[in-house]
């Protein structure tokens, strides 16, 4: 035969008020002249008090300074018309710890008659970390937003733009052939050059709008975070231009050096170039070929590798995996890097 539930009747007060101090919550009461008269040690803990300190204050003492005008007119309110419920439904609220910092916070209302007089019992929760996850949470949520949004910018700009732009240089190529003087061939030349350009600057920007959702990021996201990470030291964006299969054939191995090469190829830039320039070129074929340029101030006198150096280190990376790194003038001023090492190295 079941034993019968026991009522609150059943326990001692003894254990009622063991119940009380070890809730979870904090709980506190208040009577009809806002004054505590009650505070379990959750509730002292959360506003840091200690021991009966609180008993005897007014309310008001949890209640940050610009809330408790408008807290003593709604507390009046609830003491003509008692009943339980949450305290501000659909409001922010914030208790005030003693050392004076705020703190969101949720609390139930109940209504108590003790003695001819209506008493307030308030269950208090401190929500920190539930705001916090929400906050991040509504975070991600933009976030998520921001991707969807670049995603189709992505779209929109590979779909539309980019065959736009081939065609009219395809456009431009037949008028070429038709071209009856050399400054006008010359001229049509220049514009296709651009167009080709443009394209390649439009695909740069596809592929840094393009998420990797839940991926690692590859070869070719990381040049674009390299590249953004330079711009900061440089005083401008590096031009960067892909060509070939950057994410697919780039192995990690080839990758672990590639990277801190390029990493290094900028800071130098930075650093002792002076440039207003950088392109930065990454093709994948047979072989995977940096070539980083600059329009600065040139080769530097002594660019041997000296031990240490970063140029050295350069070196070093391409000669493990059987390549080659070259520092040579650029044509029209400046420096070129040619960082190249083979894909298939015959095991």
Same mark, same amino acid.
């Given at each position: 035969?079941?034993?019968?539930?026991?009522?609150?009747? /059943?326990?001692s007060?003894?254990?009622?008020?063991?119940?009380?101090?070890? *809730?979870? /919550?904090?709980? +506190?009461?208040v009577?009809? @002249?806002?004054?505590?008269?009650?505070?379990?040690?959750?509730? %002292?803990?959360?506003?840091?008090?200690?021991?009966?300190?609180?008993?005897?204050?007014?309310?008001?003492?949890?209640i940050? @300074? $610009?809330?408790?005008?408008?807290?003593?007119?709604?507390?009046?309110g609830?003491?003509?018309?008692?009943?339980?419920?949450?305290?501000?439904? &659909?409001?922010?609220?914030?208790? %005030?710890?003693?050392?004076?910092?705020?703190?969101?916070?949720?609390?139930?209302?109940?209504?108590?008659?003790?003695g001819?007089?209506? $008493?307030?019992?308030?269950?208090?929760?401190?929500?920190?970390?539930?705001?916090?996850? *929400?906050?991040? =949470?509504?975070?991600?949520?933009?976030?998520?937003?921001l991707?969807?949004?670049?995603?189709?910018?992505?779209?929109? =700009?590979?779909?539309?733009?980019?065959?736009? +732009?081939f065609?009219?240089?395809?456009?431009l190529?037949?008028? +070429?052939?038709?071209?009856?003087?050399?400054d006008?061939?010359?001229?049509?030349?220049?514009?296709? /050059?651009?167009?080709?350009g443009?394209?390649?600057?439009?695909?740069?920007?596809?592929?840094? =709008?393009?998420s990797?959702? &839940? +991926?690692? *990021?590859?070869?070719?996201e990381?040049?674009?975070?390299l590249a953004?990470? *330079?711009?900061?030291?440089?005083?401008? /964006?590096?031009?960067?231009?892909?060509? &070939?299969?950057?994410?697919?054939?780039?192995?990690?191995?080839?990758?672990e050096?590639?990277?801190?090469?390029?990493?290094?190829a900028l800071?130098?830039?930075?650093?002792?170039?002076?440039?207003?320039?950088?392109?930065?070129?990454?093709?994948?074929?047979? @072989?995977?070929?940096? %070539?980083?340029?600059?329009?600065?101030?040139?080769?530097?006198?002594?660019?041997?590798?000296?031990?240490?150096?970063?140029?050295?280190?350069?070196?070093?990376?391409?000669?493990?995996?059987?390549?080659?790194?070259?520092?040579?003038?650029?044509?029209?001023?400046?420096t070129?890097?040619?960082?190249?090492?083979?894909?298939?190295?015959?095991?």
């Amino acid at each position: 035969m079941e034993r019968p539930v026991e009522s609150a009747g /059943d326990l001692s007060d003894t254990a009622l008020r063991a119940a009380v101090d070890a *809730a979870s /919550d904090g709980i +506190l009461v208040v009577d009809d @002249d806002g004054t505590v008269v009650f505070a379990n040690p959750m509730l %002292r803990h959360l506003f840091g008090y200690a021991g009966p300190e609180l008993i005897g204050c007014p309310i008001e003492l949890l209640i940050p @300074d $610009h809330l408790q005008g408008a807290h003593g007119h709604h507390r009046r309110g609830y003491t003509n018309r008692p009943r339980t419920r949450p305290m501000g439904s &659909g409001l922010e609220l914030h208790g %005030r710890h003693r050392d004076g910092h705020e703190f969101p916070v949720e609390i139930g209302l109940s209504p108590v008659e003790v003695g001819g007089t209506v $008493h307030v019992i308030a269950v208090v929760r401190d929500v920190t970390d539930r705001r916090l996850v *929400a906050e991040d =949470l509504a975070h991600a949520q933009e976030q998520l937003a921001l991707v969807d949004d670049r995603e189709r910018i992505a779209r929109d =700009l590979h779909d539309t733009v980019i065959q736009r +732009l081939f065609a009219v240089g395809l456009s431009l190529q037949g008028a +070429l052939v038709r071209a009856d003087t050399s400054d006008l061939s010359g001229r049509l030349e220049t514009a296709i /050059d651009e167009i080709d350009g443009t394209i390649r600057d439009i695909r740069t920007s596809i592929f840094a =709008l393009q998420s990797r959702r &839940g +991926l690692a *990021a590859g070869p070719r996201e990381t040049v674009l975070q390299l590249a953004r990470e *330079a711009a900061r030291a440089l005083g401008f /964006d590096p031009r960067i231009e892909f060509r &070939g299969l950057i994410d697919t054939k780039m192995t990690d191995d080839i990758r672990e050096q590639f990277v801190p090469t390029l990493r290094e190829a900028l800071t130098n830039v930075a650093k002792h170039a002076g440039a207003s320039r950088v392109e930065v070129s990454v093709e994948v074929e047979d @072989d995977v070929l940096l %070539r980083v340029t600059d329009n600065g101030v040139g080769v530097p006198a002594d660019h041997s590798h000296s031990a240490g150096s970063g140029l050295a280190n350069m070196a070093e990376r391409a000669e493990q995996l059987g390549g080659t790194c070259i520092i040579k003038g650029a044509e029209r001023g400046g420096t070129v890097i040619e960082w190249q090492v083979p894909i298939d190295r015959g095991g």
